[in-house]
């Protein structure tokens, strides 16, 4: 339907019936106002019939539907160039914006504030200009133009975005500032009341955190926080939403300041179920350990707390120093391992791969990962006494099979490697590199027969020797 309006207006274009080809797509407007094609075609043929007020809203609506349509702008500026400067600007500093030229913009965004005395519009300009600001990280000029939006009118997410700001800046005084202001502004706003709930609590006004939380579980945690646990436990009880996560990790905390070791660690055990990935179970588990002076378990699981974060370098420092506190532990090299190859540290790897293997000597991830390495080395022959230890603990490694192949086949073992590679066809028949390693055997036969006739030749040239005498 689309397609044929577009058609039928394109030939009438071509024909230069730009008033009928106007005429049909208007009638369509209805059905075709979301179809971006549409839009620019008959905002194009308004600017050809200079009908200027249209071409505007056609433009305008074409950048609602792409916000990128570069071409939209370009026009956009040429009309409001001679009617409306605050557009003008406007327009030219998203225009910059798109060409990525963020800098430039700023002066536009002070040229429309200064061409308007609509409060609406200089608001709006002084918003945009503060998300640049942001984007070039002037954190303090954008803080400063977000305060005078405020200036204006009280706007909730104003507040909520200077708090932010302030807290990503590390100036908890400011974001509580902030807030205490945007509460008084909103007080039965819940999402702004919980935030400054909580940067009380962390700030240690845990009775003025109590007046703004809303939510039962901030409300336990506060207390736990206090030091009133009782309280915060009848909270905890009496919540019918105990499948929600805060319910065992502030369980968790609850037995932690009771140091009833068992039950911190069942409710812990718990949490990790309902948010396995979360860093803060992991940070609660190391914290128990420290508090039973187990300081191999303390720097274990804060690697795994850094590692859930991503934040390799402390984590694998961790890891390290639980290594130094009993190296005969197998966790911690593991996940030693699974850090450097993350971060390639062949020379690391190698360390800990052959300290894997003497505790553990049928570990697959260690068998493998010395195979591999001393495969890069080119020490082949090494590599394959790895290889074979490995696919006789993991008969059903196809991968390590094709390496085998690959090995014997460096080292002129042809025998071994068709063998090798046979097995890896058996073991992934619908594999993508099943080709490639078909065109190797066919390639091996021939070189192994070739190999074959020599030998047989050989021997046959002694025997006639022999018998020559």
Not at 23 to 32: A, G, M, P, V, W
Not at 142 to 149: K, L, S, T
Not at 268 to 288: H, T
Request: glycine share 2%.
């Amino acid at each position: 339907m689309s397609s044929a309006i577009l058609d039928q207006a394109q030939m009438l274009i071509d024909n230069e019936q730009y008033e009928n080809a106007y005429e049909i797509l208007e009638k369509s407007y209805d059905k075709l106002k979301d179809n971006a094609e549409y839009i620019e075609k008959i905002a194009l043929l308004a600017k050809t019939l200079e009908k200027q007020e249209q071409a505007a809203k056609y433009w305008e609506e074409l950048i609602a539907i792409n916000p990128n349509s570069l071409v939209a702008y370009s026009e956009l500026l040429d009309i409001y160039n001679e009617k409306d400067k605050y557009k003008y600007y406007i327009t030219r500093a998203k225009y910059k914006i798109l060409n990525e030229k963020v800098s430039q913009s700023i002066d536009d965004y002070k040229k429309a504030i200064d061409s308007t005395t609509n409060e609406d519009e200089i608001i709006n300009a002084r918003f945009l200009r503060a998300k640049s600001y942001e984007h070039l990280g002037k954190m303090q000029s954008a803080i400063d133009d977000y305060f005078r939006i405020l200036e204006y009118k009280d706007d909730m997410a104003i507040y909520y975005k200077l708090a932010d700001m302030y807290v990503q800046m590390d100036d908890r005084f400011s974001a509580i500032s902030v807030l205490d202001k945007g509460t008084k502004a909103f007080p039965d706003n819940t999402e702004l009341n919980e935030f400054f709930a909580n940067l009380l609590m962390r700030d240690g006004q845990f009775d003025k955190a109590l007046e703004h939380a809303v939510y039962e579980f901030s409300k336990a945690k506060i207390y736990l926080m206090k030091g009133d646990n009782e309280t915060a436990l009848e909270i905890l009880e009496k919540t019918e939403n105990k499948q929600n996560a805060n319910y065992p990790a502030l369980m968790a905390e609850y037995y932690f300041n009771k140091k009833d070791w068992e039950n911190c660690r069942k409710f812990i055990n718990d949490f990790r179920e309902l948010s396995p990935e979360n860093p803060l179970v992991y940070q609660m588990l190391a914290l128990v350990q420290e508090e039973n002076n187990d300081n191999y378990g303390y720097h274990f699981y804060m690697g795994r707390c850094y590692s859930y974060k991503q934040n390799y370098e402390l984590a694998l420092s961790e890891y390290l120093t639980a290594h130094r506190f009993e190296p005969d532990r197998t966790e911690a090299i593991k996940e030693i391992i699974k850090i450097n190859e993350t971060l390639g540290d062949n020379t690391s790897l190698m360390e800990f791969y052959e300290k894997l293997h003497r505790q553990e000597p049928d570990n697959a991830m260690a068998l493998k990962g010395l195979g591999d390495v001393y495969a890069n080395m080119y020490e082949f022959r090494s590599a394959i006494e790895y290889y074979e230890k490995l696919v006789k603990v993991e008969p059903n490694n196809f991968e390590a099979y094709k390496q085998l192949g690959f090995c014997y086949e460096k080292i002129k073992n042809n025998t071994q490697a068709k063998e090798a590679y046979q097995r890896y066809l058996e073991k992934a028949p619908l594999s993508p590199d099943t080709e490639k390693i078909k065109e190797k055997l066919t390639k091996l036969d021939t070189s192994t027969s070739y190999a074959e006739a020599n030998a047989e030749e050989g021997f046959i040239d002694k025997i006639i020797k022999i018998f020559s005498k």
